[in-house]
Antibody, heavy 125, light 107 residues
Framework: QVQLQESGPGLVKPSQTLSLTCTVS??????????WSWIRQPPGKGLEWIGN???????YYSPSLRSRVTISVDTSKNQFSLKLSSVTAADTAVYYC?????????????????WGQGTLVTVSS | EVVLTQSPATLSVSPGERATLSCRAS??????LAWYQQKPGQAPRLLIY???SRATGIPARFSGSWSGTEFTLTINSLQSEDFAVYYC?????????FGQGTKLEIK
């Protein structure tokens, strides 16, 4: 059973960089079948896709966040990370990491199937 | 960038009845659309993928359908545990996006 767990500071100051890590257990982060994503949810609001990272380290980001986002993988630790620069109060949200299925099969098709529990990050001085 | 518009924002239905939730895409995404259920304080749970296929362990009362850019999630015989917020999600040309959600509440 795959499990994902987010970790990182719960409070970040405005203009600084938000950094989070997602630890994957129960499977290799380099499988050739599954890829990895970050998604966020401001308090009381809907879900916002941030970006995906693939096995060849190719990354795809939401156009609205592209200039400030970096997603990377550390295969030695079976982790992937999110960095979001120049944060403001609008970046306050629960941040989720998730497994991304980038193909169609009998059991999935371009969807997020496993999610972390989420971690609240507040941007405030 | 594909925009997903969900309607209604809030749907009030009595237990045992049927709920019909809609999601409209701003352009064709083929059938690359999924539905998720989210309860307070929890991560979203995958319900439907490929517009109409149920994910593992999802009860048969949940079904998805689509026509062109219009997608529908139908929940028959609503149970108490079905009252939650539902999101659609699409994939097109390496990009993903979510609808704004429909809150399904008890009438």
């Amino acid at each position: 059973q795959v499990q994902l767990q987010e970790s990182g500071p719960g409070l970040v100051k405005p203009s600084q960089t938000l950094s989070l890590t997602c630890t994957v257990s129960g499977g290799s982060i380099r499988s050739g079948l599954y890829y990895w994503s970050w998604i966020r949810q401001p308090p009381g609001k809907g879900l916002e896709w941030i970006g995906n990272i693939y096995d060849n380290d190719s990354t795809y980001y939401s156009p609205s966040l592209r200039s400030r986002v970096t997603i990377s993988v550390d295969t030695s630790k079976n982790q992937f990370s999110l960095k979001l620069s120049s944060v403001t109060a609008a970046d306050t949200a629960v941040y989720y990491c998730a497994r991304w299925i980038s193909s169609c099969s009998a059991s999935s098709c371009y969807n997020f199937d496993y999610w972390g529990q989420g971690t609240l990050v507040t941007v405030s001085s | 960038e594909v925009v997903l518009t969900q309607s209604p924002a809030t749907l009030s239905v009595s237990p045992g009845e049927r709920a019909t939730l809609s999601c409209r895409a701003s352009q064709s995404v083929s059938n690359n659309l999924a539905w998720y259920q989210q309860k307070p304080g929890q991560a979203p749970r995958l319900l439907i993928y490929g517009a109409s296929s149920r994910a593992t362990g999802i009860p048969a009362r949940f079904s998805g359908s689509w026509s062109g850019t219009e997608f529908t999630l139908t929940i028959n015989s609503l149970q108490s545990e079905d009252f939650a917020v539902y999101y659609c999600q699409q994939y097109d040309n390496w990009m993903c996006s979510f609808g704004q959600g429909t809150k399904l509440e008890i009438k």
